[in-house]
């Protein structure tokens, strides 16, 4: 029972950490418009810009909470 409760507590910090972390990196971009297309862009969401190519939403094995959408882009390629 006492190894249960530790692993239930450890999985909710986890849990509670990386919630608060996906949050806190997260950017809004106002939608604008593209002079050299004229096309609009829509506002959206993205990761807030740092060195790492792991924790951004088109990454593979990352999602886009926002739209649901799995990551396709293999983090070593660039």
């Known amino acids: 029972m006492k ?3 530790i692993l239930l507590g450890a999985l909710l910090s ?3 950490i990386f919630s608060i972390s996906a ?3 997260t950017v809004r971009v106002k939608g604008y418009y593209k002079p050299s297309t004229g096309t609009y ?4 969401y993205k990761t807030s810009p740092n ?3 792991l924790d951004n939403y088109s ?3 990352n999602y886009n909470p ?3 959408k ?3 882009v293999s983090p070593y390629k660039w």
């Open 23 to 25: 949050e806190a990196s």
């Open 51 to 53: 060195r790492s190519r």
């Open 66 to 68: 926002y739209s649901g």
């Open 70 to 72: 799995r990551g396709t």
């Open 3 to 5: 190894k249960l409760l």
């Open 59 to 61: 990454t593979k094995r």
């Open 14 to 16: 986890s849990f509670l």
């Open 41 to 44: 862009v829509a506002p959206h």
